[in-house]
């Protein structure tokens, strides 16, 4: 599924370029920001100006940082330009700048979130933000927020503070719906239980939730004495009769419940 996953992310994140960011100049960060900039500045064709940035960014990437970044990446590379020359009379899809920000946003998170899947990249100001890492000591994060921190500030100075604000609202919805995509929208739960009744809750648990889980020997911060804690993953419908087994054995238990964005193993998702 990986080359596929390629091929359809690039096409997403093209579409959702072309009918949202570009047409109300929301230059949300990356390669496709600084076309959507050039292009409001000189009419230049957006898939030529990532071509002309993305080919040389994989060069140096390869020269710098070596050959990792594999065949999947230099095929999102060359095919997101393509797919955006492809889908440029597409748009507009909505002349609000707003609803443009917001459903450009989840587009491009969507494609990316799915061109990562495949273990692969669409190259750009990712591999750029690679090399000033290994060159300023930056983390990766903070050469990526640099980078397309500049970009949406260049947006500002170039069409209005509105329209940077709006590159903002971009970047977020694209990078909370990449992780969406990645990891899902979790339905599990992840319980932490700490009692002095471990075994009478273990069979709680084990019997009446029909839920696996995990012993851990710890001591107490305050009392020093040894204890069980009980670890255990279920499903978030399964909450309430989860806090009743547990009240009816010992009302002093104390619980903490923590989302799980992602879990693999019997019972839930296979590896």
């Not at 050039?38 to 071509?51: C, D, I, S």
């Not at 707003?98 to 495949?118: D, K, N």
């Amino acid at each position: 599924m990986g080359w596929a996953d390629v091929l359809i992310g690039s096409a997403i994140i093209a579409v959702a370029f072309n009918v949202f960011f570009l047409p109300n100049e929301i230059a949300a960060g990356g390669v496709s920001g600084i076309s959507t900039i050039l292009n409001g500045l000189f009419r230049w064709e957006p898939a030529y100006v990532q071509w002309a940035l993305n080919i040389p960014l994989f060069i140096a990437g390869v020269v710098v940082l070596g050959v990792r970044f594999g065949v999947k990446t230099l095929v999102g590379t060359l095919f997101l330009p393509f797919a955006v020359y492809l889908t440029r009379d597409w748009g507009p899809w909505t002349d609000n700048p707003l609803l443009a920000a917001v459903f450009g946003g989840i587009g491009v998170g969507l494609g990316l979130g799915i061109v990562f899947r495949g273990n692969a990249s669409t190259g750009g100001t990712d591999l750029a933000a690679q090399i000033l890492a290994k060159y300023t000591g930056l983390s990766l994060g903070n050469c990526v927020a640099l980078i397309d921190g500049l970009i949406v500030l260049t947006a500002a100075l170039v069409f209005n503070i509105e329209k940077g604000l709006l590159a903002l609202i971009g970047l977020y919805i694209t990078s909370k719906t990449i992780d969406a995509v990645q990891v899902g929208f979790s339905r599990s739960k992840m319980a932490i239980i700490i009692t002095d009744k471990a075994e009478a809750v273990k069979e709680k648990i084990l019997h009446n939730l029909d839920r696996g889980l995990t012993i851990l020997k710890a001591y107490g911060g305050f009392t020093e004495e040894e204890r069980n804690i009980l670890l255990v993953v279920f499903d978030q419908t399964e909450f309430t009769n989860l806090k009743q087994m547990v009240k009816t054995v010992d009302t002093s238990a104390f619980v903490v419940v923590l989302d799980a964005s992602e879990v693999l193993g019997k019972g839930f998702k296979t590896v």
